[in-house]
Nanobody, 124 residues
Framework: VQLQASGGGLVQAGGSLRLSCAAS????????VGWFRQAPGKEREFVAA????????YYADSVKGRFTISRDNAKSTAYLQMNNLGPEDTAVYYC??????????????????WGQGTLVTVSS
């Protein structure tokens, strides 16, 4: 499956953005999806994940209550709604997908497929 992330941009602190991750080439509904981010000079970190089976969602503590992960299987697209953004959310955001990822790997980034990243910049 191929993933295309989009929706990044420049936003002021307190603002919102919605990232999209469009998938092609596979049966999207069978894939668990994750969002990760990498800030300049920092390691990639887990943001959110949505399990294909059962639809359970998982969030990093730093975004819990502000970000929402969702999906529209009919459009083969996953989303990351980001509210109340702060400068600390500035990063390149990546979406990832995997058909058979186990629960314990969903936060660690062990996904088979990755999108190219979309830059989110939050000004203070």
């Amino acid at each position: 499956v191929q993933l295309q992330a989009s929706g990044g941009g420049l936003v002021q602190a307190g603002g919102s953005l919605r990232l999209s991750c469009a998938a092609s080439g596979g049966s999207f509904r069978r894939y668990s999806v994750g969002w990760f981010r990498q800030a300049p000079g920092k390691e990639r970190e887990f943001v959110a994940a949505l399990r294909a089976s059962g639809g359970s969602t998982y969030y990093a503590d730093s975004v819990k209550g502000r970000f929402t992960i969702s999906r529209d299987n009919a459009k083969s697209t996953a989303y990351l709604q980001m509210n109340n953004l702060g400068p600390e959310d500035t990063a390149v955001y990546y979406c990832a997908a995997d058909q058979s990822i186990i629960l314990s790997d969903m936060r660690t980034g062990n996904y088979d497929y990755w999108g190219q990243g979309t830059l989110v910049t939050v000004s203070s």
